[in-house]
């Protein structure tokens, strides 16, 4: 429970200023934003900014913030993780920080949602209560041109997604002319679904990808290897299904096959790496869970929200490996030319806080990894949700009949239903008997996901039925029809225990919001992913003896020992996640050092002439008799010029600039199959993190020593000519 004594202070100071606002004239509420924007001390201004725009959200939007409100505000301003209860008002909670931090910072003071649908829905609609009182604000989905948020980005505020913000990040650092930045200032985050960004899509790293490179001829061969390969004699696969490697027998056969000696030598590193792909492809990678085939392509599907991942590919070989397997066309690789994970990109904010409806199931990690600590604000009104015991079947089969019951049951006196599976698959397997009984619903899938949030929110209407996975529609409230509410509002069923406590706490929450009625149901079979993964003997046998016995829930001290062996896989997977996610996190403090510095130097090369001169005299230090001639020519043609010394400078810029992103294009590139390899030593107890941090060493003095010799090649294959304007042209061939 939220308890924090300076801010139960303020919100008593607070409540005190309501009648002195509420008193003043609308033209007398706005110039206080003229007041505090020129205040020294903001600080002491708290009450008051508040106050302001608590008063300001009422007169424009007809909503008072509830003082639950005002505590969340507060503790979003403090730097923290506000947990809040779905339908609690998370959205008119944060008008109360964001207007005190664009105040404060002027520029760079972000809302950050993972879903576009509502960074416009909350940008338009709170946006015309910070308009009223003088503040700018700025849409960003990701839809539009990188060159228009250079406007988007110069206002006070920004409702913006988290893959718009990462991805205009690496882009703001390949551009070539200083004009074409974006006034970039990472002050202010607040993250809303903090959890879903920082948790979910922690693994999951940005990359703009480049020029594409030749396709090795080695998929095929790879391929055909692998296919004769067993499971437990040639290679085997971690408890999670998430790794797979090779075993003694399996480096024989391979050294067997290919008439070599010691695969490990660098002169078969191409073909080990080939013959590693093509493993996790076939064993890792499955047709309709990791990706579909659509017309002849491969499309990466998110595993929680059955999202196609259009346009995004997997790096380093992997996706061509998959395509392989498929037997479609192979495309290009592409070069990473950027990449960079949500952990660093949002670690770089002076302030970082957020707002989730279970942040408190991970406050170990928000305060281990960002150093946020979890509020947990109460309910304005007490929930009357009924959240009824799970449910336990033997068989998976036996469990879906009994839940298509409970549906049919609930749908013939119109109570609206929102079904939850946990894959895609058991969501579609839903559907079609659900349309066998022509029962109409909506099915959240790949191909409708531009209507989710609009489905989700019209899923409390009488006679609704909804079926989605867990985190489809996140962040969006279900409003219950007058109707609903009075037949039992809105029932929430699961098909299964979900993955982890947090995510089946966030499900569960989308039940009963505002004091509105609700119930909950779960559930789960024997034959369930959680037991399957954590098998319990006592459990199987219990399956095997009373496999005859049809749709009869389980009771006693089986279901009771059901409970518990979902409870601890659950647990496990929370370990595992925050394991996986403390992992990343390390691999990429390497980029992130090198990321930081290669961005330092660009951004010099851009703005600075000084800095320029000095890195071509410290080139030219160390040239060949032949190379100074080829810099003589460029510079005495470009001095017979007008501006001469700008125009040696700007050559000079943009060939610095072409290797510099050259070489770090390969660099990144290097790291990403730096962690791949290290990442297999850990099979044989080497500390992969350190022998992953000496390599990345390196390998990034390789690449200072890289950008010099780029840059001389990129200098002899320099042609310079004048257009017929007089304008000069530099091609780098």
């Not at 934003?33 to 020129?38: A, D, H, L």
């Not at 059955?306 to 495309?331: C, D, F, P, S, W």
């Not at 019209?458 to 079926?467: D, E, Y």
Request: no cysteine; net charge neutral; charged share 25%.
């Amino acid at each position: 429970m939220f308890k924090n004594k300076k801010n139960e202070k303020l919100l008593k100071k607070i409540n005190a200023k309501m009648q002195y606002y509420r008193d003043l004239s609308d033209d007398q509420l706005r110039k206080q934003t003229v007041r505090f924007w020129n205040s020294e001390n903001l600080e002491s201004e708290i009450v008051d900014i508040v106050a302001t725009i608590r008063e300001a959200n009422y007169r424009i939007l007809g909503k008072f913030a509830y003082d639950v409100q005002v505590l969340g505000g507060l503790a979003i301003i403090n730097g923290d993780v506000v947990e809040m209860d779905t339908g609690e008002g998370k959205t008119l909670t944060a008008t109360l920080a964001l207007y005190f931090e664009a105040l404060k910072f002027k520029t760079g003071v972000f809302l950050i949602t993972p879903n576009a649908y509502l960074a416009s829905r909350d940008g338009t609609e709170m946006g015309e209560v910070f308009k009223w009182l003088g503040l700018s604000v700025g849409i960003r989905t990701g839809d539009e041109e990188f060159e228009d948020a250079q406007v988007i980005y110069q206002n006070n505020i920004v409702y913006i997604t988290n893959s718009a913000l990462g991805f205009d990040y690496l882009q703001n650092n390949l551009i070539s002319e200083k004009k074409a930045e974006l006034p970039q200032y990472f002050n202010f985050a607040l993250l809303d679904e903090i959890d879903s960004i920082l948790l979910d899509m922690a693994q999951s790293p940005l990359v703009i990808s480049g020029n594409p490179k030749v396709t090795s001829s080695l998929y095929r061969v790879a391929q055909i290897f692998i296919s004769f390969l067993v499971e437990n004699v040639h290679y085997e696969i971690s408890m999670d299904k998430k790794k797979v490697w090779f075993v003694d027998e399996g480096i024989r056969k391979i050294e067997q096959f290919f008439s070599v000696d010691n695969v490990f030598s660098n002169e078969y590193k191409e073909l080990l790496k080939h013959l590693k792909l093509a493993l996790d492809a076939n064993v890792i990678y499955r047709r309709d869970y990791e990706y579909i085939v659509d017309d002849g392509k491969i499309v990466l599907l998110d595993q929680k929200t059955g999202r196609t991942m259009l346009g995004t590919k997997l790096q380093n070989g992997l996706h061509q490996a998959i395509e392989m397997k498929e037997n479609v066309e192979i495309t290009n690789e592409t070069a990473a030319m950027a990449s960079v994970t949500y952990q660093n990109l949002f670690r770089m904010f002076t302030v970082l806080s957020g707002m989730s409806g279970t942040g408190k199931n991970a406050k170990d990690e928000f305060i281990e990894t960002y150093n946020m600590s979890v509020s947990v604000i109460p309910r304005h009104i007490k929930s009357s949700r009924v959240d009824h015991q799970t449910i336990v079947f033997t068989t998976f089969s036996e469990k879906i009949s009994a839940m298509i019951e409970l549906v049919m049951t609930k749908h013939k006196i119109g109570q609206p239903i929102l079904l939850i599976a946990e894959t895609m698959k058991t969501a579609e397997l839903i559907s079609k008997i659900l349309l066998a009984n022509n029962i109409q619903h909506n099915l959240l899938h790949a191909q409708g996901l531009q209507y989710e949030a609009e489905i989700i929110a019209r899923a409390g209407q009488l006679n609704s039925i909804t079926i989605a996975t867990s985190l489809a529609g996140r962040g969006t409230d279900i409003k219950l029809s007058d109707e609903a509410r009075q037949i039992g509002g809105l029932a929430v069923i699961l098909s299964e225990k979900m993955e982890n406590v947090r995510i089946e706490r966030q499900v569960i929450g989308r039940s009963a919001r505002q004091g509105d009625p609700g119930e909950t149901y779960i559930y789960s079979s024997l034959q369930d992913t959680l037991l399957i993964e954590n098998p319990d003997k006592y459990l199987q046998r219990y399956q095997e003896k009373k496999k005859h016995k049809k749709m009869v829930p389980i009771t006693g001290y089986a279901k009771l020992r059901a409970i518990r062996a979902y409870r601890k896989r659950q647990l496990l997977n929370e370990d595992s996640s925050k394991s996986a996610r403390f992992s990343t996190l390390q691999y990429d403090e390497v980029m992130r050092r090198q990321r930081t510095l290669i961005y330092e130097v660009r951004y010099n090369i851009l703005t600075s002439e000084t800095f320029v001169k000095n890195l071509i005299t410290s080139f030219k230090s160390s040239s060949t008799t032949e190379e100074q001639k080829q810099i003589n020519m460029l510079e005495s043609f470009l001095e017979s010029l007008e501006d001469s010394q700008k125009n040696i400078i700007n050559m000079y810029r943009v060939i610095l600039l072409r290797s510099l992103d050259e070489s770090w294009m390969e660099q990144v590139e290097i790291l990403q199959e730096l962690k791949s390899v290290v990442s297999d030593q850990a099979l044989i107890n080497r500390n992969v993190l350190f022998e992953y941090n000496k390599l990345s060493i390196e390998k990034y003095d390789g690449m200072l020593e890289n950008i010099q010799r780029n840059f001389t090649i990129n200098l002899k294959n320099s042609e310079i000519d004048l257009d017929d304007l007089g304008k000069i042209n530099l091609k780098i061939g």
